[in-house]
């Protein structure tokens, strides 16, 4: 398992913030093997400092952050797995030699790096490309290194800033596929992205923070029930002030009124709506990721 | 370790590879064996073509081993002055009692031809002169010219050298800043990995290209036979200069790395640079200067004085005989302020690295954590 405890971190104040900046005020979670967990926030929440000092690229004021129970050192974080928000290569490197370097600087002796870097070249599809220089790959081939030089080394724990943003559908898909199949074999990812509904379908726990704190935690079916599901009814062309009395707010768009309520009897609530005008739906709803984002950080 | 000798293989296959390296490694070596070649090609050992014309040929050769001397002989001295003329000749020797030139003889030339003619009428008449014996009372200056030559080239030789291989640690530092790769990298090795190796494999680089043009300088200088002129001693004095070059370079490249570290843009490396390459041509002027007072007082306090010691000596070494325990000292003190220098710049270059975007400022970074 991977536990963070109470990380914090204070930058030091430029001339526009003379006081400094608190960028982590106390963020914790944990995460177990094979679990894959969303990190998500506004920007400037804290998501890549708290990967730095996971990484330990950054050092935090305090906290702790331990992998199977022992505190992190550079021999730990060596098997680890990283794609910084920032990303980069080498680009004149030749793309198979990088790949490879990166194997080595993880600890694979030079016969077990090339081999590791034949494979991923082979999964990724640039096995044509392993002589070119990085510098003359496209954008997205450029992307699929950069997961390589993170994967060479058969990681024990993943750790991607956000992976996604600036992918195509297609990619996103594929790179989807491949941390589903690492986290399949018992490795814990942690990714951040912005990408909401991507996280709803890929994530089994998510980690919301804002302003350096851990707002929510917990599985997606936890924060669901905790945020309480909604009832949504659409009437058509409804008699006027059909839902006064009636919980939860209606809106009006052309001649549907929908009402969104998550109290009240749904089967008083059915009758008068009925009685009203032409019911077009009427259903529980879950809340997404968005709204529960949404509720959470306000 | 491990990741140090990583890191430093991969600077070395990197450079080694590229068109850069080895035409410059090629066209310095070119350089370095045309420079010893020079001195027999145009200097070169004096050469003169001489006639007769009814004339015994003078023993030229026994009074300067050092010039060739080639003799024609003329049936008359009309034949004699065409050939003058016409510079086929340097002078021609008439009769035993005149020479003919083509314009003012050569001073040389003529004081060699006046004064083995002297000796050999007296030896003809009996009378035999021991030659004089030249006694040194000071100190030996045979190889004065040649030393100075050496210590001229050798501070012109770490200076390239040393500027060379500090500007491509300071690229290298900021193409890893630049691109972010330094992230990824420092995820996996530690800062002092990462800028050791950068720098050893850098510096092996340089040792390279000095070894390469030793190698060569020698060969060449032994065919063309300038080596006959080198004083003794040239062994040590490389094996110093290596040494030197090593310390050196040490103190420049950590420096480098640190400054380096402030900047995130290629187009920002000369200007962040500036104090140190600054620094590097002062101590290259300073030490160019004290080869023509090798043993004056700023050559001899300076020679301890880190980092002019590290050209500075090789001066003092190559122009004079320096005791070794000055060389000693002198070393020693260097060390010191590598040392001292390496925990400066690592310090720098680990807070530095990671803070991309706007130039940062030494002081800034100094002081905050
Ligand atoms: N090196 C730094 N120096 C000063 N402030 C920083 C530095 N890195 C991040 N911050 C600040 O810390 C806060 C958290 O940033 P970050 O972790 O990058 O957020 P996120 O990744 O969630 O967008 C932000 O307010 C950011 O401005
Ligand atoms: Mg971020």
Wanted: charged share 20%; glycine share 10%; proline share 4%.
């Amino acid at each position: 398992m991977l536990e963070i405890s109470d990380l914090r971190k204070r930058f030091a104040g430029g001339p526009d913030a003379p006081g400094g900046k608190v960028a982590l005020d106390g963020i914790g979670f944990s995460v177990r093997p094979g679990e894959m967990f969303g990190f998500v926030g506004a920007n400037g929440a804290g998501k890549t400092t708290t990967m730095r000092i996971v990484m330990g690229v950054l050092q935090a004021d305090s906290g702790s952050v331990s992998w199977q129970g022992r505190s992190l050192g550079y021999d730990e974080r060596q098997r680890f797995g990283y794609m910084p928000e920032e990303r980069g290569l080498y680009q004149k490197m030749r793309v198979a030699e990088q790949i490879e370097y990166f194997g080595r600087l993880h600890g694979l002796g030079p016969a077990e790096a090339k081999k590791a870097t034949d494979d991923l070249l082979e999964r990724l599809g640039l096995t044509e490309r392993r002589s070119d220089a990085v510098q003359t790959l496209s954008l997205g081939n450029q992307q699929r290194v950069q997961l390589a030089v993170a994967l060479v080394h058969d990681p024990e724990v993943l750790i991607l800033d956000e992976p996604f943003s600036g992918l195509d559908p297609i990619a996103v898909d594929a790179l989807a596929t491949a941390l589903q199949e690492r986290c399949r074999g018992g490795v814990p990812v942690i990714f951040s992205s912005h990408q909401l509904e991507l996280v709803e379908r890929l994530c089994d726990s998510v980690g919301i923070v804002s302003a350096g704190r851990m707002v929510a935690t917990g599985t997606v079916a936890d924060l669901r029930a905790a945020e309480g599901n909604s009832l949504r009814v659409v009437v058509r062309d409804p008699s006027p002030g059909w839902a006064d009395g009636l919980p939860g707010e209606v809106t009006v768009f052309g001649d549907r009124h929908t009402l969104r309520t998550e109290g009240g009897d749904d089967q008083e609530i059915l009758r008068r709506a009925m009685k009203a005008g032409h019911v077009e739906h009427f259903g529980i709803e879950q809340p997404t990721l968005t709204e529960i984002f949404k509720e959470a950080v306000a | 370790m491990n990741g140090l000798m990583l890191v430093a293989r991969r600077e070395i296959t990197t450079q080694i590879r590229t068109k850069g390296f080895l035409i410059g490694l090629l066209v310095t070596a070119l350089l370095v064996a045309a420079v010893s070649f020079a001195p027999k090609i145009f200097g070169g050992p004096t050469s003169y073509t001489l006639g007769t014309v009814n004339s015994q040929q003078l023993p030229l050769q026994a009074a300067a081993p050092d010039a060739e001397v080639t003799w024609r002989s003329f049936p008359d001295e009309n034949a004699a002055k065409q050939a003058v003329l016409a510079g086929d000749v340097d002078a021609v020797l008439v009769n035993g009692v005149k020479v003919l030139t083509d314009g003012e003889i050569d001073p040389q030339l003529g004081v060699l031809l006046q004064s083995v003619n002297k000796e050999t009428k007296l030896g003809a008449a009996g009378v035999s002169i021991p030659p004089l014996q030249m006694q040194s009372v000071g100190a030996d200056t045979r190889y004065e010219a040649a030393r100075a030559g050496i210590a001229v080239v050798l501070v012109l030789l770490l200076f390239m050298l040393l500027m060379g291989q500090v500007m491509m640690v300071a690229m290298g530092v900021v193409e890893e800043k630049g691109s972010r790769i330094v992230e990824i990298l420092l995820s996996t090795v530690r800062p002092w990995q990462l800028l050791g190796g950068k720098i050893i494999g850098l510096g092996v680089l340089g040792l390279i290209n000095l070894v390469t043009i030793a190698v060569v300088g020698l060969a060449a200088a032994m065919v063309s036979g300038l080596a006959a002129d080198f004083p003794p001693g040239i062994p040590g004095l490389l094996a110093g200069v290596l040494v030197w070059f090593i310390l050196g370079y040490a103190f420049f490249a950590t420096l480098s790395a640190a400054f380096a570290s402030l900047v995130s843009r290629q187009e920002e490396v000369s200007s962040v640079m500036t104090p140190l390459t600054m620094l590097i041509m002062v101590t290259y002027f300073v030490a160019f200067y004290t080869t023509n007072d090798a043993t004056g007082t700023l050559a001899t306090v300076l020679s301890y004085v880190p980092p002019f010691s590290a050209m500075i000596m090789p001066v003092r070494m190559a122009a004079t005989e320096v005791p070794l325990w000055q060389v000693g000292a002198s070393m020693a003190a260097m060390v010191v302020a590598v040392l001292a220098v390496l925990s400066f710049g690592a310090t720098v270059y680990q807070r530095a690295v990671l803070r991309t975007g706007a130039r940062l400022k030494l002081g800034d970074v100094l002081r905050t954590r």
